[in-house]
């Protein structure tokens, strides 16, 4: 069960995560910054994980989907 539940607040994290980089993506100060910066001031420790766990949720790299923005 404990397992289960670290599973359930590291999705829930990653989602978040997620909607503040969609929301920095947006944001026109930070179009200057990189996405991997982007990436670090949402939070996430690990940019290949980040890559991984963006391509899954939305179907594009993030560097597509910021260009697409």
């Known amino acids: 069960m ?3 539940e670290i599973l ?3 999705i ?8 503040e980089i969609i929301t920095l993506f947006r944001n026109k100060k ?4 990189s996405i ?3 990436t670090v001031k949402a939070g996430f420790d690990y ?4 890559v991984k766990f ?3 949720k939305y179907k594009l790299t993030p560097k597509v989907y910021r260009i697409r923005l």
């Not at 829930?12 to 909607?19: A, G, H, K, Q």
């Open 2 to 4: 404990a397992q289960l």
């Open 8 to 10: 359930f607040k590291r």
């Open 12 to 19: 829930l994290i990653n989602s978040y995560r997620m909607t």
């Open 30 to 33: 930070c179009k200057k910054l």
């Open 36 to 38: 991997v910066e982007i």
């Open 47 to 50: 940019y290949n994980s980040f």
């Open 54 to 56: 963006f391509k899954r």
